[in-house]
């Protein structure tokens, strides 16, 4: 079945740091990914998206390339901030339509030090 | 627009009681959908619904129940809590058009069992 593993947090970065979460997926098919964040205390939201090979997602200064060869999609971003604090979700779907599910990966905790 | 509401945002139980977690959206989301997140776990999938008198069963579903009598609401009852239920419970909706990818998550409610 489908499946996402990304990397182990917590991650701890000085603000102004690079960072690079690493998401590889497994699936059948041709799968959306997408990234989610989570801010203390609230529910997810989307960050970027990449619905086939080779697109590059980006929001906010993150960016993550949708790579069919070594089945990844990692989240980047040059310069972090402290307000970047929070849980980042690697999820797949099929195309949308009626029935497809997201699938997450178990999150990977970020943590920005001023 | 409140997007995704759930209440209430936190609930205590005691073993082997009942209870209804509320859902509601006013995007006229034909999609909506239940996860729990526990830690190291990711979100996995309850119960969804494509539609008012439409249910069926995610990754996780015994001990819930769901029903979807209109297209706003999607409750989610527990009929005897268990401390294995303890999580968070987060509700999300969408469009079910061909493209359209992105679940609009509620800010979440944190069960405790004891």
């Known amino acids: 079945g489908n499946s996402v593993t990304q990397m182990e947090g917590p991650v701890t970065l000085s603000e102004e740091a690079f960072l690079t979460i690493n998401c590889t997926y497994t699936?059948?098919?041709?799968?959306?990914l997408f990234w989610y964040v989570q801010y203390p205390g609230e529910g997810l939201q989307l960050l970027l998206k990449?619905?086939?090979?080779?697109d590059k997602g980006s929001n906010k200064g993150f960016e993550a390339t949708y790579r069919k060869e070594t089945t990844s999609f990692h989240l980047e971003k040059g310069s972090v901030q402290v307000s970047d604090s929070a849980v980042y979700f690697c999820a797949l779907s099929d195309l949308g339509g009626a029935t497809n599910k997201l699938i997450f990966g178990t999150g990977t905790l970020l943590a920005v030090q001023p | 627009n409140a997007g995704v509401t759930q209440t209430p945002k936190f609930q205590v139980l005691k073993t082997g009681q009942s209870m209804t977690l509320q859902c509601a959206q006013d995007m006229n989301h034909e999609y909506m959908s239940w996860y729990r997140q526990d830690p190291g776990m990711g979100l996995r999938l309850i119960h969804y619904s494509v539609g008012a008198g439409i249910t069926d069963q995610g990754e996780v579903p015994n001990g819930y129940n769901v029903s979807r009598s209109t297209t706003e609401d999607f409750p989610l009852r527990l009929l005897s809590a268990a401390p294995s239920q303890t999580s968070v419970y987060f509700c999300?909706?969408?469009?079910?058009?061909?493209?359209?990818?992105?679940?609009?998550f509620g800010p979440g409610t944190r069960l405790t069992v004891t």
């Open positions: 990449a619905t086939k090979a080779d």
């Open positions: 999300a909706s969408r469009s079910i058009g061909l493209f359209s990818y992105e679940q609009y």
């Open positions: 699936a059948t098919g041709y799968p959306s």
